[in-house]
C-alpha cells in the first residue's frame, strides 16, 4: 500500500497526474488536482515522471 501527497505550495494544478495515472488516483475537486483513492497505486511512478515542479510524494506504508 502507499500513501501519496500533493505537496500544494509546488502543485502548478497542470493536471497530468490525473491523465496519466492508470489506477485513477488523482481527481479533480473543485477544479483542484487532488489525491482521491490511493488504494490502487501500483507505483508505477509515471506521475512522478510527468510532475515538473515534483510535488507528488509515493511512500510505501
Ligand atoms: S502533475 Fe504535479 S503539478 Fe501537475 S497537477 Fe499533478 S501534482 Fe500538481
Ligand atoms: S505511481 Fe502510478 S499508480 Fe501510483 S499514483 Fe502515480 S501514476 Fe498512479
Known amino acids: 500500500m502507499y500513501i501519496i501527497t500533493i505537496d500544494e505550495a509546488k502543485c502548478t494544478n497542470c493536471t497530468e497526474c490525473v491523465k496519466i495515472c492508470p ?33 507528488i510524494t509515493v511512500v510505501e506504508m
Open 23 to 55: 489506477s485513477e488516483v488523482y481527481k479533480l475537486e473543485n477544479g483542484k488536482v487532488v489525491v482521491g483513492s490511493s488504494d490502487d497505486c501500483s507505483k508505477c511512478e509515471s506521475c512522478l515522471s510527468v510532475c515538473a515542479p515534483m510535488a
